[in-house]
């Protein structure tokens, strides 16, 4: 939650993260096979914005369209929600796995293992980000930590105001 008590969403993390972060969550969108649906609706968002047409925008080498994405403040709930999957699957599994560890949760490589989905305690989650603010950057830990409680709130919700304690903004 934020500090108004209004749920976190993926688009409002995308708008907190640093332009670097956006440009590697952008970039990693563009590289993977599964996020199809959401590069169309790139395309479209950076074709508005540049007042192209979707044709000439897709004829931009994938470092322009990352670059033109991650400039982007505004994106929908769907394509900030598959930038920050992605990224965090492809720049951040480091942090990904040692959350899941400190939390003793089953996981293959930072992906949680099926079935294994109760909700930890709001204690043992303040111990594994205090345990990741230890061991990784504030900024990369304050962005994974709030996409985890908008992609999931029934079980990481608590971490939104666990993150507003402990890494201010």
Not at 33 to 54: G, N, T, Y
Not at 62 to 74: G, I, M, N, T, V
Not at 83 to 96: E, G, I, K, Q
Not at 146 to 154: C, E, H, I, K, V
């Amino acid at each position: 939650m934020r500090q108004d008590d209004t749920p976190v969403t993926a688009a409002h993390v995308w708008r907190e993260m640093t332009p670097e972060q956006r440009l590697a969550a952008a970039g990693a969108l563009w590289s993977d096979a599964d996020s199809v649906h959401q590069q169309a609706e790139a395309v479209q968002a950076i074709a508005r914005q540049l007042r192209f047409r979707p044709q000439s925008v897709l004829k931009l080498a994938p470092e322009k369209r990352a670059r033109h994405l991650a400039s982007l403040r505004a994106v929908s709930e769907s394509l900030a929600s598959r930038a920050l999957v992605v990224y965090h699957l492809t720049a951040r599994r480091p942090m990904l796995e040692a959350f899941l560890d400190s939390l003793g949760i089953a996981h293959e490589n930072g992906l949680i293992a099926e079935g294994a989905k109760d909700a930890p305690e709001p204690s043992r989650l303040r111990g594994a980000a205090s345990a990741l603010l230890a061991a990784f950057p504030a900024a990369d830990v304050r962005i994974y930590l709030r996409t985890l409680a908008a992609q999931d709130p029934g079980t990481w919700g608590p971490l939104g105001s666990i993150v507003s304690d402990l890494i201010p903004s």
